[in-house]
C-alpha cells in the first residue's frame, strides 16, 4: 500500500526558508510534486519532478522554492526561500508512476497518491 507522508510544516515568519519533507512508502514512484492550497482557493502545483531530471515549478514560486529527492530514502524535499504570508497554505505531497507529459506534471489530475497535508502558516 502506498503512503505518503509529508513534515516540516508549522508557523515562520515572512523572509524564513523551512524545508518540507515527504516520506514516501510502497512504491517509488517516478512523478513527484508539491502542491498546495489556501484557504478558501484551488488546490495548485507549485513544484513537480517527473524523476528523469526534469523539474518545473509554478511562476509563483519560480526562483524561490527548489524541488529536491533522494532516491535512496525514497524522499521528496521542498525548500523554500524567502516565505510570503500568501504562501500560507496546506502543503501535499502526491506521486504517481503513469507516463505523463512534462507539461502536465503541476496538473492535480496526474497524481493518484497524495499525503494528508502539512500547515504552513506565515505570519508578516
Known amino acids: 500500500q502506498v503512503q505518503l507522508v509529508e513534515s516540516g510544516g508549522g508557523s515562520v515568519q515572512a523572509g524564513g526558508s523551512p524545508r518540507l519533507s515527504c516520506g514516501i512508502a510502497?512504491?517509488?514512484?517516478?512523478?513527484r510534486a508539491w502542491c498546495r492550497q489556501a484557504r478558501g482557493k484551488r488546490r495548485e502545483g507549485v513544484a513537480a519532478?517527473?524523476?528523469?531530471?526534469?523539474?518545473t515549478y509554478a511562476d509563483s514560486v519560480k526562483g524561490r522554492f527548489t524541488i529536491s529527492r533522494d532516491n535512496a530514502k525514497n524522499s521528496l524535499y521542498l525548500q523554500m526561500n524567502s516565505l510570503q504570508p500568501e504562501d500560507t497554505a496546506m502543503y501535499y505531497c502526491?506521486?504517481?508512476?503513469?507516463?505523463?507529459?512534462?507539461?502536465?506534471?503541476?496538473?492535480?489530475?496526474?497524481?493518484?497518491?497524495w499525503g494528508t497535508g502539512t500547515l504552513l502558516p506565515v505570519s508578516s
Open positions: 519532478d517527473n524523476g528523469a531530471g526534469s523539474t
Open positions: 510502497g512504491d517509488s514512484l517516478p512523478h
Open positions: 502526491a506521486a504517481d508512476r503513469r507516463p505523463t507529459y512534462w507539461s502536465r506534471l503541476l496538473q492535480q489530475s496526474t497524481y493518484n497518491f
